[in-house]
């Protein structure tokens, strides 16, 4: 990874695993607004930082080369070869080896726990434009100010304290709908320290997920959600409706229950599971496979 810095900027050298459309439109994050292709703003982590790409670089600003170093390489997964996860991936059968080169820019994002937890819970029976719209309203109403940026006003998603003064009023009135109910269940338990977000990277995959499920509203899906997304489990394969259909569609050959599915991804993928889901994911979604 080279980079250079200009004034507020840091210049990166493009690359073959890092296209920032497809990282973010995959379905792994909410908070990012699309100026023009190639063209993004995200707020992440408490701060808002806008990557432009063009054919020969990747422009990350305002930001420094401390923080680059200490956040966005991070939160980008900049440090982890995925040449080498795709050239070992298109090797298994040809249908990761077409997913791969659909989209060979996908990498996946460290995103923070607690905002991943409610994004995910606010994503159940929704569209993205829908939960990107639902995270924006909490985010206004309960989270800290950041700053205006070309414009426009941006705010952090709020601490589990800053929400948890909340009523269900309140949270229904940012259009969460019935979720309303399981975001407050999971203020209260993450505020008692009944589920401890900041342990799970330390738990085998299975226990952490357990501590997940205990979460009203929080299923299998979800659950797998945070614990790729947010925690760094990358074994973790979420099941929704594309993925389900695409292996069905490359796999089974049939109607297939999650849990067969899980498990076959466990030991066909393993450590692996994660990224394959989303370049699986993508390739679905976009081509509608499986339909």
């Given amino acids: 990874m080279r980079y250079k810095q200009i004034e507020d900027k840091i210049i990166m050298d493009a690359m073959d695993s890092f296209e920032i459309e497809q990282i973010l439109e995959c379905g792994q994050c909410f908070r990012f607004r699309k100026l023009a292709p190639n063209d993004y703003v995200i707020v992440a982590w408490g701060k808002v930082l806008r990557i432009l790409q063009t054919k020969d670089e990747i422009i990350f600003y305002p930001t420094s080369p401390e923080e680059f170093e200490n956040l966005w390489s991070s939160y980008f997964d900049l440090d982890k070869d995925y040449d080498i996860i795709k050239q070992h991936l298109a090797e298994k059968d040809i249908h990761l080896a077409e997913a791969v080169q659909f989209a060979p820019g996908i990498r996946i994002l460290r995103q923070e726990p607690w905002e991943c937890l409610i994004s995910f819970i606010i ?13 924006e309203n909490i985010s206004r109403m309960f989270g800290r100010y950041i700053c205006n940026f070309e414009g426009y006003d941006y705010y952090a998603f709020p601490t ?78 979420p099941i929704d409706v594309w993925v389900k259909r695409i292996m069905e569609y490359f796999y089974f050959d049939k109607d297939t229950n999650s849990n067969e599915i899980q498990a076959f991804a466990k030991d066909y993928f393993g450590n692996l599971a994660g990224i394959s889901q989303q370049y699986l994911f993508y390739y679905a979604r976009q081509l509608r496979l499986g339909k």
């Fill in 160 to 237: 589990v304290e800053e929400l948890s003064v909340a009523k269900e009023e309140d949270i229904r009135a940012c259009k969460a709908g019935f979720r309303a109910p399981y975001i407050m269940d999971a203020c209260q338990k993450i505020k008692n320290k009944e589920v401890e977000l900041e342990k799970l990277v330390y738990l085998p995959y299975e226990e952490a997920k357990k501590e997940l499920l205990k979460i009203k509203g929080v299923g299998s899906k979800i659950a797998d959600c945070v614990l790729l997304f947010g925690i760094g489990h990358e074994e973790a394969f």
């Fill in 123 to 135: 994503s159940q029976n929704k569209q993205i434009p829908h939960i990107k719209q639902v995270v």
